[in-house]
């Protein structure tokens, strides 16, 4: 059985069936989504139902009957990515090996629901995809093998998840069969070097220009594509989509906007500047740094965060 539902756990679900009998998926309920608010499917029902899979879709896990769904079809092993909630005692008893979580971090950092944003955040420089028996705990249960990759200097939450999808995918073709055969033996975690990783709102997204330029252009990364980064213009929303370290001085107090040749725009912090490459003004469309420039949405000696 997999549980999983966002495109980042679709790869995984696409490499379990190839490596054994899938006999069904759990995701979460279809919901509103876009700018139209339709209904629509998560990315793993739609890819389950490509294959003609079973769908299980509850609104409750804790006090549901997901566990006697799992136990009707007799499930060996749960095979959970992204999911989205915590899964009880009687479903995680209910497989007859149990429930195995893919988990985008080396455990036991970041343990939660937004391990790929906190990492891009804290300014590391790896991450990875831990395999681990799951218990009631979050993310806390012993790890049966790590997959690791860099994460490199303009890598996006948006672009980090992609190559961290497909790193799940193998370690469900490599690592899977091993830990079922029983070759890898489970490491309980070292609870005193957990960090965690909770969910991030809306106040996380502001950038906020007192801090270190390379601290704003981390926020700018964790939050792209979605929710985006933003600050204020003159009272309205700016959302930045794209930013770098600056390699031009900003003058003035942090915040304060300056534009080279009217096709680059700086952004003063106290350590340097900061390089807005693309951002969108409430109400109007994305742009790149000249359009901002050019068509009078950014001036020189306009304050962000104002």
């Known amino acids: 059985m997999f549980f999983g539902t966002p495109a980042i756990a679709v790869p995984a679900l696409e490499a379990l069936c190839a490596v054994t009998e899938v006999v069904g998926v759990i995701c979460q309920p279809d919901r509103p989504a876009g700018r139209g608010l339709a209904v629509q499917a998560p990315a793993v029902k739609q890819a389950a139902e490509r294959r003609g899979l ?49 988990h985008a971090s080396v455990l036991p950092r970041y343990r939660g629901a937004a391990p790929i944003q906190w990492a891009i955040l804290e300014g590391e420089t790896e991450t990875g995809v831990s395999l681990m028996q799951m218990d009631e705990g979050l993310d806390t249960g012993p790890v049966l093998a790590v997959r690791r990759l860099e994460i490199r200097p303009n890598d996006t939450t948006g672009s980090l998840s992609e190559r961290l999808a497909n790193l799940a995918a193998d370690v469900v073709r490599l690592d899977l069969p091993a830990a079922l055969r029983g070759e890898l033996s489970a490491e309980p975690q070292r609870a005193e070097l957990a960090t965690y990783a909770p969910l991030l709102g809306a106040k996380d997204a502001r950038l906020d220009f007192t801090r270190p330029a390379s601290e704003v252009v981390r926020r700018v990364r964790a939050m792209a594509p979605r929710p985006g980064a933003s600050t204020l213009l ?73």
């Open 54 to 102: 079973p769908v299980h879709q509850p609104t409750k896990v804790r006090t549901g009957t997901v566990h006697e769904w799992l136990r009707e079809r007799r499930v060996d092993v749960a095979v959970v990515m992204a999911y989205g909630r915590i899964l009880p005692a009687p479903v995680l008893q209910a497989p007859a090996l149990g429930c195995l979580n893919l």
């Open 234 to 306: 003159c009272g309205k929303r700016l959302r930045v989509t794209e930013a770098a370290i600056g390699d031009l001085p900003a003058a003035g107090p942090p915040g304060r906007v300056t534009l080279w040749d009217r096709r680059r725009v700086l952004v003063a912090t106290p350590s340097g500047s900061v390089e807005i490459l693309r951002a969108q003004l409430e109400g109007r469309r994305e742009l790149s740094a000249q359009d901002l420039a050019n068509g009078r949405v950014l001036g020189d000696g306009d304050v962000l965060g104002a």
